[in-house]
Structures are given as C-alpha cells and as structure tokens.
C-alpha cells in the first residue's frame, strides 16, 4: 500500500501536500511525516499549525492499492449498533429499511455519509487469500473521527478528518495513521500497543446482546 497524496482544503484553496514533506504556507504551517517503525509498519502524522484562524473544509490522505475480487474489506461501524464485518468487493453496507428508517436513522452514519464504497470508521483491514492483511488504525481520535474509504474501482483507499468547517486557530494534530502488513492478531496487538491500551486481564468470551 502506498502514499499517493494528502490534500488539504481551507478556507477558498485547495492544495495538495507533499507526502512525508513539510509545507509552508502564508497562513499556516503543515508538520507531514512517515516513520518506519519496523519493515512491516508505518506511522504517518500530519498535523495543522495555523499563523492566522483558517476555516478547514476537507482533508484527505490517498493510498493506491491494487483491490482484487478475492479481497475481503473488514468495515467498522460508526458505533455498537451499525454493522462491523468483513465485506466482500462486490458487496455494499446494508441501508436501512424504510420502516426502521424513522427511528434508527440517527443512530448511524446515515445522514453524513454519502458514499457508495465500503467504508470504515477508526480502523480497517484488507485481506487476500493466505496473506497477511494490511491494516490501517488511527492512533489520533480525539481531534474528529477518522473515515477509510475503499474505493475498487480506482484502486484507491482514501482517508478523511472528519473536520467539515473547523475553524482552527492552534495547532491541530489531525492525522496519526498506523499502517501494517502482518498477521492479524499481530497487526491488532501492535495497534492496541500505540493505542496505550491496558491488556485484557479475562479470556474473550462470546455471547449475545
């Protein structure tokens, strides 16, 4: 999986950032880098230094991946009560029926994304047939959610603050992607790891709500 580019959207510019390179601007400053953490594992940050109060209306990063029909797309819902699975390439995420429209329409992602690809809040993976997956978590949550986009027939994953409209006038640690290709508990493990997360003291159990 690779890099392609970042775009940033503020105020009436639309710019696209170097990947891993700094920026300069009249009106801010942008820290852009990517680190290897081992040959398996990356971290990329990005983050906004504004000289004056900007107005950020989109920013995305955009990696190139050559998707197959094998493929399978794990896609975490936006929380507990929207689907989190693993997708096949020719599939797409359930809408809601009519009739549970009234009701469950706000408990989702429903009214904010229009996308007909699979996508995935906070964390995703992709995984081929005997292969480790590649996986992708934001490690940066606190600053607006994070929403991956897999789009197949671009061969594109892109990558998006949710941001729409902030008004910034300090520094704004946006971006803080780590990206693996590995087995998937190890890739999890590492995850949770970066995350600063306290291990489980009980065994997983498995059971219905």
Same mark, same amino acid.
């Given at each position: 999986m690779q890099l392609?580019?970042?775009? =940033?959207? #503020?105020?009436?510019?639309?710019? %696209? =950032?170097?990947?891993?390179? !700094?920026?300069?601007?009249?009106? /801010? #400053?942008?820290?852009?880098?990517?680190?290897?953490?081992?040959?398996?594992? !990356?971290?990329?940050?990005?983050? /906004?230094?504004?000289?004056? %109060?900007?107005?950020?209306?989109? /920013?995305?990063?955009?990696?190139?991946?050559?998707?197959?029909?094998?493929?399978?797309?794990?896609?975490?819902?936006?929380?507990?009560?929207?689907?989190?699975?693993?997708?096949?390439?020719?599939?797409?995420?359930?809408? =809601?029926?009519? /009739?549970? !429209?009234?009701?469950?329409?706000?408990?989702g992602d429903y009214d904010f994304v229009d996308s007909p690809s699979l996508h995935s809040w906070t964390y995703t993976y992709i995984r081929g047939e005997g292969k480790p997956i590649h996986f992708l978590g934001s490690l940066s949550e606190f600053t607006g959610f994070t929403l991956f986009n897999h789009q197949f027939s671009a061969n594109q994953l892109v990558v998006e603050k949710d941001c729409a409209n902030l008004k910034l006038g300090h520094s704004y640690p946006a971006f803080d992607i780590y990206l693996a290709e590995q087995e998937e508990n190890e890739a999890f493990s590492r995850y949770f790891e970066l995350l600063e997360l306290p291990k489980l003291k009980a065994k997983p159990i498995t059971g219905w709500t």
């Open positions: 392609n580019k970042a775009t =940033l959207h #503020f105020n009436d510019q639309q710019i %696209e =950032l170097e990947a891993g390179k !700094k920026s300069f601007l009249p009106e /801010l #400053f942008v820290d852009f880098s990517i680190e290897e953490l081992s040959k398996k594992e !990356k971290r990329i940050r990005l983050s /906004l230094h504004p000289k004056e %109060e900007i107005t950020v209306k989109q /920013l995305r990063l955009t990696f190139v991946f050559p998707y197959r029909t094998t493929h399978q797309v794990f896609c975490n819902g936006y929380q507990s009560w929207t689907e989190s699975r693993e997708f096949a390439a020719n599939e797409t995420i359930p809408s =809601l029926h009519p /009739l549970a !429209k009234p009701l469950m329409r706000p408990y």
